[in-house]
Nanobody
Framework: QVPLVESGGGSVQAGGSLRLSCTIS????????VGWFRQTPGKEREGVAL????????AYAYSVDGRFTISQDSTKGAVHLQMNSLRPGDTAMYYC???????????????????????WGQGTQVTVSS
């Protein structure tokens, strides 16, 4: 198990921006999938963005609609999620998680299934008001 700590959440108005950070210790992002997920009351956690192979694999949920960017900062041992043009629908608790890459032929390296991720942070709250 690897500790993960999220930070950067807060309250913004629609159209604003936030930059979330996930600090991973020990730093092993080059050999893992790192995902950002979010959850609102009464709903299951849903994937937002994935990054693997140090950035060679990146995927976004359709709902991101080009507004978010996931990136890796090897100097800080962290993965970031830059969120621009935020909408009230983005309000949620945001979690980062890590998983082992899937190297099976014809399969995506990183997956959206929550069960694939075996280490989770405790979350950072994002609230977007209209």
């Amino acid at each position: 198990q690897v500790p993960l700590v999220e930070s950067g959440g807060g309250s913004v108005q629609a159209g604003g921006s936030l930059r979330l950070s996930c600090t991973i210790s020990p730093y092993t992002t080059s050999s893992k999938c790192v995902g950002w997920f979010r959850q609102t009351p009464g709903k299951e956690r849903e994937g937002v963005a994935l990054i693997g192979s140090g950035g060679d694999f990146i995927a976004y949920a359709y709902s991101v609609d080009g507004r978010f960017t996931i990136s890796q900062d090897s100097t800080k041992g962290a993965v970031h999620l830059q969120m621009n043009s935020l909408r009230p629908g983005d309000t949620a608790m945001y979690y980062c998680a890590t998983a082992q890459p899937d190297w099976r032929p014809g399969r995506p390296q990183c997956r959206w299934e929550r069960g694939s991720y075996n280490a989770w942070g405790q979350g950072t709250q994002v609230t977007v008001s209209s």
